[in-house]
Structure formats: C-alpha cells, structure tokens
C-alpha cells in the first residue's frame, strides 16, 4: 500500500496548519508532518499533546519541542539518532548512511522539480535507484502531482510526501482527495495485474 504523507509548509501559522492538517486527515492523508521551523516549543507541544485520528503524526525536527512525538523526521546531515524515525535523502550514497544510523524510513527527493525550486528534481531513475539500494520503506518527496503517482508506484515507491499540492492548497482536503484517488487506483490496478497473473 502506498502511503500519502501531507507536510506543512513551514510558514503557517498553529490555527491554519491546525486547519489544514484536519482536512487532509479526513481526506485520506496516512501521515501529517509538523514542519514549522519558525514555532515555539510550547506550539508544538500543544499539536503533539493533541493530535488525534487516524493519521500518524510526525515532527521535523528542525522544529522545536519538548514534548516527545509519535514519529520524528531528520534532515539528511543530522547526527545519528537512536529512536525509530524517518530521514530526508538525496542519493543512493546518503540513502545507505541513513539506514546504517538508524532510519527505518527514507523520504527521497525533490524527485520533480518544486515550485519553490525550478530544476532542481533528481528524476524518477536516481529515486528508483535510491530505492533499489535500501531495504526500508523510501517515500517520494518533491513537486508531485496526483498523476504521478503511477510513475512513482512503479518506481519502487512506498509513497509519496506532498507540500503545496495538500498542505498548502487552497483546499487542502479536495486536493488530498484528488492524491488518495491516484493511490488507491495504482492499488487496484496491481492486485487486478496479480490476480491476472496468478
């Protein structure tokens, strides 16, 4: 099952991420990012003391808190971490590193280009050989659009992260439901390809 992973923006204020992060969840989202850099410990630890649904909650920890998260996510070049948590990676090379210090799930990317970034995506054969080198779980990140998300499921995807396209769209739980389509089509089409093949 391919997950679908909404990250805030990191310019949202606690009531509009509040907002969003509700929508997105009801939506269909599996996992809901707290990602504001720009927070006080004391905001984030409200979220996290709060949070409640079906969706996981992680933290970037390139926010503050106090209180201990659900799951934490690291930048690429953070030192080792000995609890279970998730890392950016931007190559097969980081991809390794990160599973020998510990990640038990990679975010890969910018796959396609972000709109805050022109250019800078990697491709979906550097993630498809980011995936083929690791045996965790390795979510796409980076410009995706719903009709991606076949591209992305053949390439090895366990998932994929989205930023503006859920989080920071201006409706957060049409959009997120536009994503949850795509995945859930990608889904039936494999198990209609096995049960054919079987």
């Not at 707290?34 to 996981?56: F, H, K, N």
């Not at 953070?78 to 038990?104: C, D, F, I, K, M």
Request: hydrophobic residues 40%; negative net charge.
């Amino acid at each position: 099952m391919m997950e679908l992973h909404a990250i805030s923006t990191g310019t949202m204020p606690p009531a509009l991420w509040w907002q969003a992060a509700q929508a997105v969840q009801f939506a269909g989202a599996d996992a809901v990012h707290l990602r504001e850099p720009d927070w006080t410990a004391s905001e984030a630890d409200a979220v996290i003391r709060s949070w409640s649904g079906p969706a996981r909650l992680i933290l970037n920890t390139k926010t503050a808190y106090t209180v201990r998260p659900e799951g934490i996510h690291l930048p690429e070049h953070a030192p080792p971490e000995t609890v279970p948590h998730s890392r950016s990676v931007h190559s097969p090379a980081a991809a390794e590193q990160a599973v020998l210090n510990g990640a038990e799930r990679l975010i890969a990317g910018p796959v396609y280009p972000p709109r805050s970034k022109p250019g800078a995506g990697i491709g979906i054969e550097a993630f498809s050989r980011i995936v083929r080198k690791v045996n965790v779980p390795v979510i796409a990140v980076g410009g995706i659009k719903p009709e991606h998300m076949e591209e992305l499921y053949q390439a090895g995807a366990a998932g994929a992260a989205v930023i503006t396209g859920m989080m920071g769209a201006p409706d957060p739980e049409n959009s997120t439901r536009q994503y949850r389509k795509e995945v859930e089509r990608c889904m039936t089409f494999s198990s209609s390809a096995a049960e054919f093949k079987d």
